[in-house]
T-cell receptor, first 112, second 111 residues
Framework: QKEVEQDPGPLSVPEGAIVSLNCTYS??????FMWYRQYSRKGPELLMY????GNKEDGRFTAQVDKSSKYISLFIRDSQPSDSATYLC????????????FGTGTQLKVEL | DTAVSQTPKYLVTQMGNDKSIKCEQN?????MYWYKQDSKKFLKIMFS???????INETVPNRFSPKSPDKAHLNLHINSLELGDSAVYFC??????????FGNGTRLTVT
């Protein structure tokens, strides 16, 4: 079993839909949680960064962390075709040298 | 200006050859990394350097040797390339406990 599990998709939604992306993990030492977006032939770019449990909102994006369930989510409101990309969750632990453990990524397509 | 830049963008080479990938960051970060992304998009850390000192060295064949001449540069040299080395290699940088900033990758194809 991988340390971080993420449904690879692909996930196809109509423009304007609310998208929910999720990851589960097994290592209770993870404290920092991130979502990266990766367009084709590009590097991952940071979308959201949270520490420990709770919610964080940035524009159309909301990240949620539930450490008791070892479950993190990314919600995208009013999805746009430009949101079509692969979304990678990543996490790390304190004192781990900032070593990120990634999920396998969920491929999202937002259709007109 | 690109914050983390890698060269070359594409690299096609034959088995058994030796090749290098270069990375530079202009963010003033202390830590740099090499990650490997396989054909299924899975990203896995290979190495990290903090101020030219190796701090993470995952289970990577010793054919892979990172070199950091200064804290803004981290190069990756690969000896005796094998078919299984074909992947996209990403360089990244960060300050301590801050999110990583990635380059756009070097797509390596070994034939």
């Amino acid at each position: 079993q991988k340390e971080v599990e993420q449904d690879p998709g692909p996930l196809s939604v109509p423009e304007g839909a609310i998208v929910s992306l999720n990851c589960t993990y097994s290592n209770s030492a993870f404290q920092y949680f991130m979502w990266y977006r990766q367009y084709s032939r590009k590097g991952p770019e940071l979308l959201m960064y949270t520490y420990s449990s709770g919610n964080k909102e940035d524009g159309r994006f909301t990240a949620q962390v539930d450490k008791s369930s070892k479950y993190i989510s990314l919600f995208i409101r009013d999805s746009q075709p430009s949101d079509s990309a692969t979304y990678l969750c990543a996490m790390s632990q304190t004192g781990g040298g900032n070593k990120l453990t990634f999920g396998t990524g969920t491929q999202l397509k937002v259709e007109l | 200006d690109t914050a983390v830049s890698q060269t070359p963008k594409y690299l096609v080479t034959q088995m058994g050859n030796d090749k290098s990938i270069k990375c530079e960051q202009n963010l003033g970060h202390d830590t740099m990394y090499w990650y490997k992304q396989d054909s299924k998009k899975f990203l896995k850390i290979m190495f990290s350097y903090n101020n030219k000192e190796l701090i993470i060295n995952e289970t990577v064949p010793n054919r892979f040797s990172p070199k950091s001449p200064d804290k803004a540069h981290l190069n990756l040299h690969i000896n005796s390339l094998e078919l299984g080395d074909s992947a996209v290699y990403f360089c990244a940088s960060s300050q301590e406990n801050s999110p990583l900033h990635f380059g756009n990758g070097t797509r390596l194809t070994v034939t």
